[in-house]
């Protein structure tokens, strides 16, 4: 989030003209002022990391979030692209769970420089609220006096002062002393653990879904092919405010475990989840028919069956923006999320709606014997042409 805006900087009236919140002492500004403000991020890490801003990355334990973070803090040491996008140089300061021995590892494997500082185990106990506020506002002096572009928090649940991760207020009430500290044009990188259902479509964070609505941009790492297999490829995607941020990207570990590179899908090996999502990027709001038409021709044909389980799971965890009706006039339409018509309101409406009729068609389906791929007016036709016994 940018520093507030003055009246001064933005070219405005008078501070006794101005229309004010006067008990709170909260201007407020028209569009017409707000011309000498700019709405383009500073990006650190570009899409991803950028300066006022707050970076929730969340992925499974092992997976390859600290070597990811490794890979960035050497890059912010010479300014050479990250898994092909631009990283600029900066300053960096990391509060971690993990010992000195284990980092002095990876600066000598990862090339990290002096640019960055490391604080470790900065708290024996979970701290309280005091304890928290007092480190964010000498993290806060640190930046006056000296500067710093990148503070990093890893894992998140081991250093804040939420008794629990569930509560909104608690996890709101957290948060606040570390967006003020981003508001001095910081950015914050917070390294947090999933929820045990294993949640996709943005909700892979643990505990309240108030964390994930906080920050500015969420990323969630994947496995491309599974924990149990050697392949070294990880998928990140991601949501943010901002049009800049990519909705995935495919990266490697190179064989050496000293970097991080952009990398292709194997499309002879692509699951349908993949190939759906390929497809969507292309050409949103193909029907399912559509799918299996253009589906690509070195990759596996998936049965009907599999394809429709694919495009309901899809659409249940969030990933999918569904319209239509479901049936031969009107068939089901697919999006995916936070893609669909995104230059106007029409994306947002469509998943409102998605989202709505899908509440009320599980609500109806109580109760009732429906087959997962097909909807109720589909179910009602099969059922009244069943023969009169």
């Known amino acids: 989030m940018s520093t507030p805006i003055s009246p001064a900087t933005a070219g405005s009236p008078a501070l006794e003209d101005r229309e004010c919140l006067d008990l709170i002492y909260c201007p407020l500004f028209r569009p017409g002022e707000l011309t000498n403000v700019s709405d383009q991020a500073d990006w650190l890490w570009h899409g991803y990391l950028a300066r006022g801003q707050m970076t929730l990355l969340t992925g499974q334990w092992k997976i390859g979030k600290t070597a990811l973070l490794a890979t960035l803090l050497a890059r912010l040491g010479n300014g050479t692209p990250l898994a092909g996008r631009e990283v600029r140089p900066g300053r960096a ?28 185990r900065p708290f024996i106990f979970r701290p309280d609220a005091r304890q928290w506020k007092l480190m964010i506002e000498n993290l806060d002096n640190l930046h006056r ?170 659409t249940d965890d969030g990933e999918l923006a569904r319209t239509g009706a479901g049936h031969r006039h009107e068939p089901y339409r697919y999006w995916l999320v936070g893609k669909a018509d995104s230059n106007n309101d029409l994306g947002e409406m469509k998943t409102e709606l998605c989202l709505a009729g899908r509440r009320n068609e599980s609500a109806d389906r109580v109760g009732r014997r429906v087959r997962p791929h097909e909807s109720l007016s589909e179910s009602r036709m099969r059922k009244s042409a069943r023969p009169v016994r």
């Open 145 to 314: 006096r000296r500067g710093f572009d990148l503070l990093v928090i890893d894992p998140l649940a081991t250093i804040w002062p939420c008794q629990d991760e569930n509560s909104a207020a608690g996890v709101t009430e957290s948060l606040r002393p570390l967006r003020e500290l981003a508001r001095r044009n910081v950015a914050v990188l917070l390294l947090h653990h999933p929820r045990k259902d294993g949640a996709n479509g943005g909700r892979a964070s643990r505990g309240s879904g108030a964390l994930s609505a906080f920050v500015d941009i969420l990323i969630e790492m994947q496995w491309y092919a599974g924990p149990e297999t050697p392949d070294r490829r990880r998928r990140l995607l991601a949501w943010s405010r901002h049009d800049a941020t990519p909705r995935q990207l495919l990266i490697e570990l190179t064989p050496d475990g000293a970097n991080y590179i952009a990398a292709r899908d194997n499309e002879a090996n692509a699951t349908p989840t993949d190939v759906v999502r390929q497809l969507l990027t292309t050409e949103p709001g193909l029907t399912f028919r559509e799918l299996l038409t253009r589906w690509p021709a070195e990759a596996t044909r998936p049965t009907v069956t599999t394809l429709h389980r694919c495009l309901t799971r899809m």
């Open 93 to 120: 300061i990391v509060l971690t769970e993990e010992g000195a021995g284990l980092w002095m590892g990876r600066c000598r494997t990862f090339g990290i420089g002096e640019n960055v500082s490391f604080g470790f």
